[in-house]
């Protein structure tokens, strides 16, 4: 232990770690999320597809998707 307290002291270090600057866990909730859906391997390659033409990630497209559809709403 008084090897690894000179290491640390050596390299500015005080503690190895603090808690007091730490914020309340919060859960997420399923409230805002889509849940997990089954469909076919077509749609899916499909799906894959455009988002790679568009490079953008899966969520970005299907924010777009959702947003085309119902976001007039």
């Known amino acids: 232990m008084a090897k690894l307290n000179a290491l640390l002291e050596k390299n500015g270090i005080k503690e190895l770690s603090s808690f007091s600057k ?14 997990n859906t089954f ?3 077509y749609l899916v390659d ?3 597809n455009e988002a790679k ?12 998707i959702l947003e085309e559809r119902y976001g007039k709403e």
């Open 46 to 48: 499909k799906f894959r």
């Open 22 to 35: 730490t914020k309340d866990f919060k859960k997420r909730t399923t409230q805002d999320m889509i849940p």
């Open 53 to 64: 033409e568009k490079r953008w990630s899966y969520t970005t497209l299907m924010t777009a």
């Open 39 to 41: 469909c076919s391997k």
